[in-house]
């Protein structure tokens, strides 16, 4: 995946040298000639790298670098400093707000170059290392907030996949909790937000969602809209979630029915393909964020399922895709796409592949469900 780089300098000539020498190495740019207009640049880009001026009119770039860091979203960037100085005191002053570096601006192409390939090599080994520690604590803690493998129905076949943005633990979660030999609840979850914040509040609630199934199994009583009401409730009165939301889909298979009950919490729509008629039909929840209001307002819907059917559960990171460092989200093509590979005789593993690939440069976590009647 090509890096892409913020460029701020208010010399719009140097900027344009700096921008045509990047991208002639593949480096995806976008140029800002004031602090202002970078972070308007900012709201709809995440770079893997800003370079900055910090000599400008109005705002200067230690400025700059103090509102970057005060920016959630890109806090975390690497930043490197231009500059036409040489004065130690300003040096230190950057380093001082953690700029990893200084560039000249009389530096030659081949150095500039050489220069930036080090610095993202460092932080893609410390991105590495950051996950083989993450991924050691997990194991020992034995966290998963996704199975292992699904459990052999009679008349449903359960396939899931995941795959996590940049390769970080992701809030993505999904459960399959088989129950008896008639019942199996299928969970897909999207804690809102990226990376470790997300992955740690999922399991909190795959803690909760499991404790309210088993709770209303107990109780004899199946009715997903009442698992849902009682799952957002204890989450909506929890100080622990404030501010942190998370979508919700859930499914009941009756295998000896052949159907399958549907609720959703703020989701995207549940997605049934038709073997008979190859028609793909959408089936919306009408429930709100988990947590965002006392009451969520949670219905369910029967949906039967004949042999051949399939279902399909996503997560949002599925519909979203960058154009020029923009985020957009596309149901429609998801869905376009999905009848055409059923269309075709795609098989599950290839539609897997197929929409994974289209995610190369994913923006968020991609999870979806496949429940296909036998």
Known sequence: MNNKILLVDDELFQLKVLERQLKSHGYICKIAISVKQAEEVLQNFVPDLIISDYDMPEVNGFVFREKVLQNEAVKDV???????????ELIQKGLDLNALDYIPKDIPPSQLIAKIKNIMKAVEEQ???????????????????????????????????????????????????????RYTFVVLGD?????????FFSFSFLSYIRSAIRICVFDGNLSLSGILNKINKVVYYDDFFDDVFSTLSIVLIDDEAGNVTYSGAGDLPLLKY??????????QSDGLLLGFFEDGNYGEQVIPVDEGDEIFMVS??????EIDGKKKSNLGLLKEK???????????????NLLFDKHK?????????ILKRK
């Open 338 to 352: 999905l009848l055409e590979y059923k269309k075709t005789g795609v098989s599950s593993e290839e539609i897997k």
């Open 127 to 181: 991105h590495q290392k950051s996950l083989s520690e993450l991924r050691k604590v997990a194991e020992k803690l034995n966290l998963k907030n996704i199975p292992s493998e699904a459990p052999e129905l009679n008349n449903f076949d359960i396939q899931f996949y995941n795959q996590t943005y940049q390769n970080y633990p992701g809030g993505d979660f999904i459960d399959i909790i088989k129950i008896n030999e």
């Open 274 to 283: 038709e073997g008979d008629t190859k028609e793909l039909s959408a089936f």
């Open 316 to 321: 949002d990171g599925m519909m979203d895709f």
């Open 191 to 199: 804690v809102m937000g990226k990376k470790w914040g997300a992955w």
């Open 361 to 369: 440069t994913q923006i968020d976590d991609c999870s979806f469900i």
């Open 78 to 88: 690497p930043f490197i400093f231009l500059t036409s100085f040489n004065d130690n």
